[in-house]
């Protein structure tokens, strides 16, 4: 490049630098992908073992936390903690196949069950609601309850105590009342807004009593104590 200036012609010469681009690439941490069953403490490396539709969060310090989801038949209703180089076992365990037990609203602990979802607080609190697991009776269904895990207990904090195979969820195409609740679903997306307030929105739900499901568009906030329709 060059110029005149007073008279005079000033060179510049600029050089363009020209590097490869970078290639993203996957860092192993750990684990299998061929069916590998989880192990349990006191093994020596426990870990979730190979699985799908677990619920994943995070909290405020990065470590990543999954629940629940299934593999072979088996359904799991485990609690781990990833903190960037170990896996931590904080509650659970898996059913045996075929098994119909269920800890759901008595046993202290969600049951087992895939495709639910979570968030965690500031205070460092993860909730979990709903997915689809077995209900108080033999049904694999849709679930309606709310769970809070607050570093070493479940409480529940939500949810029907019956067969809730039966239990419908809102629609979006009706006029909602103040008393419309989330009902049983799975597939539906948490999060924690900026005033710290858990919502719920959309997923698979009955949408009448039985076993007619629908794809929501609903949307729910938690109060503390109930759940409200937005």
Known sequence: LSYTQSGKVVGVTAVLAVTAPVTPSAVYDSGSCNNEAATYPPAASPHPGSRRGMAHC???AKNLYIFG????GILYNDLWKWDG?????LSGTRSTSGSVLNVYGGGGAPGYRNMSDCVVDSQGNLYLFGGEGYDLGTTVTALDDFWKWDGSTWTMLWGTSTNIASVPGAQ???SYAATVTPGARYTHSLWIDTNHRIHLIGGAAYIAAGHTLGTMGDMFYWTGSGWVYE
């Open 69 to 72: 989801g299934h593999s072979s």
């Open 58 to 60: 995070q909290d405020s």
């Open 85 to 89: 180089s170990s896996w931590t076992k």
């Open 172 to 174: 979006a195409e009706v």
